[in-house]
């Protein structure tokens, strides 16, 4: 069993409507397209609380720079690293580096999304995932996609260009889906939705995400109720055989 993430910043649930490889992907999956994410909803406080399991109160980090823990609580990777799994990380916004703790992770990649645009940057860490899964043994692989939040800043949450740079991010999800030896566990998800050209309030738009499950674990139509972005790391854990952190508040969704 290996495990894979796949996180589009931003991505709004409702945005999938007519998104052709979305649609494809909900039909065999369990899935949720109401789950919750965590207040502030920033992207740097919503990915702390994927990877620790805890409300952005409790970790500390609620802006997009990075707070160091006061009372520190174990991430997904050092579980993970701990019980001798490998992760690897693909993103192209920098903040996210101080997800994991050093020598938790055995290989990393970043492009700079912000310098190389981040729809190239997408392709990039779409290409390196794809030809690092074909070849290695990892147990756990999380792969971030900056684009679309970047079109929503820009353009507008829900305008023709968000919606394009959606699109765009599911056409590298299908690339990396089909590239993916069968005993794979997908997640495909978001940090956050967005308003206008803005995010971080406690309103729907930007509090929503979507949570989709894919894989031989997973039942196809099956609903994931009372989903949060906290559940995410204690799912990986539970796929893996690896025990949760027994400070982590979310629950496995299988």
């Not at 912000?114 to 792969?143: C, E, M, W």
């Not at 956050?192 to 894989?215: C, L, N, S, Y």
Request: charged residues 20%; proline residues 6%.
């Amino acid at each position: 069993m290996r495990t894979l993430v796949i996180l589009v910043d931003g991505m709004r649930p409702d945005a999938l409507e007519n998104i052709l490889p979305a649609q494809e992907l909900l039909s065999r999956s369990a899935y949720t397209l109401n789950a919750q994410s965590v207040m502030p909803s920033v992207t740097l406080p919503c990915h702390m609380s994927l990877f620790h399991s805890v409300d952005p109160a409790r970790h500390g980090t609620t802006t997009n720079t990075y707070a160091p823990q006061v009372r520190p609580i174990r991430g997904l990777c050092e579980i993970l690293a701990g019980s001798g799994k490998k992760c690897a990380f693909f993103y192209n916004w920098e903040e996210l580096r101080d997800l994991t703790r050093p020598g938790s992770l055995v290989f990393s990649f970043f492009c700079k999304g912000d310098v190389i645009g981040y729809d190239r940057a997408n392709q990039i860490v779409t290409d390196a995932a794809i030809d690092y899964l074909k070849t290695s043994d990892t147990d756990f692989t999380f792969i971030y996609l900056g684009h679309t939040d970047m079109a929503g800043h820009q353009y507008g949450w829900m305008s023709d260009a968000y919606m394009q740079a959606v699109e765009d991010s599911w056409i590298c999800i299908g690339r990396i889906l089909d590239s993916l030896p069968e005993d794979y566990t997908v997640i495909v998800t978001a940090d956050h939705g967005g308003h206008a050209r803005t995010h971080g309030m406690d309103i729907p738009e930007d509090m929503t995400i979507p949570i989709i499950i894919t894989g031989k674990t997973a039942v196809p139509g099956q609903t994931l109720e009372n989903a949060t972005i906290k559940d995410i790391a204690p799912t990986i854990t539970a796929l893996l055989g690896v025990p949760a952190d027994p400070e982590w508040e979310g629950k496995s969704l299988l």
